[in-house]
T-cell receptor
Framework: DAKTTQPTSMDCAEGRAANLPCNHSTISGNEYVYWYRQIHSQGPQYIIH???NNETNEMASLIITEDRKSSTLILPHATLRDTAVYYCIVRDVSSGSARQLTFGSGTQLTVLP | DTAVSQTPKYLVTQMGNDKSIKCEQNLGHDTMYWYKQDSKKFLKIMFS???????INETVPNRFSPKSPDKAHLNLHINSLELGDSAVYFC????????????FGPGTRLTVL
C-alpha cells in the first residue's frame, strides 16, 4: 500500500531537465513526501523530502502542489548516471512505524545520450 | 569509509539450510532496518529495530529473525531456507528523529537452490 502513483517509465535527454511526477491524492497533514532512487544493482539512495514548501538541494528540486496531492521531482541537468528507478514515498514521521519506508513500483528514468 | 556495509554480497545455498547476513553501519545511527527486494523488484520492509523497539512486518515468516549484538550491527538470521526466500536483502540505518533519512547498504543477493 504505497499511497503514491507514478508513471512506469520515462526518458530524458542528457543535459536536459528530468521532471518526474507523483500523485499522492490521499496524503494526510502529517505526511511528508520523500524521494529515493535506486541505480541498478545498488541500494536505494535518498534524494530529497518536503512537507508543503518547495525544496532544493544539490541533487534535485521538489515541487509540491498547493493542495499537496501531487509533486514533481526535478533533476535540472540529467546525466547518464541519473538513470535509475525513482521512488516517491509519503510518510508520516510522527509514529514509530513511520521509520519504515513503503516503496511502490517507482519510475524507471532512462537518460539518453 | 563505507557507511552501511553488508556481508556477504552473494550467498548461494540449498533449501533447508540456515544462513545469516551481516550488516554494519559506522554512521552512529540508532535505528537499523532490513528490506527484501524480490524478483519483481518490489522493495518491502521486513524489520526496523532500535534499542527501544523492534517492529516486524507481519508478513515476514518467523524463520527470519534480526539479531543486534550492538547498536552498529543488525544481522539477519534465516532458518530452513525456502526457494521463495531468493531475493536481494538490503540493510539500512537512520538516526531517530523527525526526518530520518535512511542510508542503505549495497545489498546481499541470496539464491536458494
Amino acid at each position: 500500500d504505497a499511497k503514491t502513483t507514478q508513471p512506469t517509465s520515462m526518458d530524458c535527454a542528457e543535459g536536459r531537465a528530468a521532471n518526474l511526477p507523483c500523485n499522492h491524492s490521499t496524503i494526510s497533514g502529517n505526511e511528508y513526501v520523500y524521494w529515493y532512487r535506486q541505480i541498478h544493482s545498488q541500494g536505494p539512495q535518498y534524494i530529497i523530502h518536503g512537507l508543503k514548501n518547495n525544496e532544493t538541494n544539490e541533487m534535485a528540486s521538489l515541487i509540491i502542489t498547493e493542495d499537496r496531492k501531487s509533486s514533481t521531482l526535478i533533476l535540472p541537468h540529467a546525466t547518464l548516471r541519473d538513470t535509475a528507478v525513482y521512488y516517491c514515498i509519503v510518510r508520516d514521521v510522527s509514529s514509530g512505524s513511520a521509520r519504515q519506508l513503503t516503496f511502490g513500483s517507482g519510475t524507471q528514468l532512462t537518460v539518453l545520450p | 569509509d563505507t557507511a552501511v556495509s553488508q556481508t556477504p554480497k552473494y550467498l548461494v545455498t540449498q533449501m533447508g539450510n540456515d544462513k545469516s547476513i551481516k550488516c554494519e553501519q559506522n554512521l552512529g545511527h540508532d535505528t537499523m532496518y532490513w528490506y527484501k527486494q524480490d524478483s519483481k523488484k518490489f522493495l518491502k520492509i521486513m524489520f526496523s529495530y532500535n534499542n527501544k523497539e523492534l517492529i516486524i512486518n507481519e508478513t515476514v515468516p518467523n524463520r527470519f529473525s534480526p539479531k543486534s549484538p550492538d547498536k552498529a550491527h543488525l544481522n539477519l538470521h534465516i532458518n530452513s531456507l525456502e526457494l521463495g526466500d531468493s531475493a536481494v536483502y538490503f540493510c539500512a540505518s537512520s538516526q531517530e528523529g523527525t526526518y530520518n533519512e535512511q542510508f542503505f547498504g549495497p545489498g546481499t543477493r541470496l539464491t536458494v537452490l
